[in-house]
């Protein structure tokens, strides 16, 4: 069973980057379709970036589209969120997800596993 584990997070000024990293154990992921969520408080999880490396295709919300990236090293069993040009409304916890799908999921239920959170601050 895969275990997930996220990592990188922290407080960044406004205009700032940051990189998330989300490790696998387990099945590698580019068998998976992998997604990183953001939670805000008094929000709803929401997708924020995910990617079918089989089956080709990415997804960004409009919110992030052009300032964040989700990338993989299959070395590493690894995901990662790289986001630039940070702002405060990016302040969330991230978690990253997996899906057994082959294609793009949007929504949380699409998402077999999970990590555990990390916590990203964006300062005015």
């Known amino acids: 069973q895969m275990q997930l584990v996220d990592s990188g997070g922290g407080s960044v000024q406004a205009g700032g980057s940051l990189r998330l990293s989300c490790t696998a154990s387990g099945p590698t992921i580019p068998t998976y379709v992998m997604g990183w969520f953001r939670q805000a408080p008094g929000k709803a999880r929401e997708v924020v970036a995910a990617?079918?490396?089989?089956?080709?295709?990415?997804y960004y919300s409009d919110t992030v589209k052009g300032r964040f990236t989700i990338s993989r090293d299959n070395a590493k069993n690894t995901v990662y969120l790289q986001m630039n040009g940070l702002k405060p409304e990016d302040t969330a916890i991230y978690y990253c997800?997996?899906?057994?799908?082959?294609?793009?999921?949007?929504?949380?239920?699409?998402?077999?596993?999970w990590g555990q959170g990390t916590q990203v601050t964006v300062s005015s």
């Open positions: 990617a079918s490396w089989a089956g080709g295709s990415t």
């Open positions: 997800a997996a899906s057994t799908n082959y294609i793009v999921q949007r929504t949380e239920a699409g998402y077999d596993y």
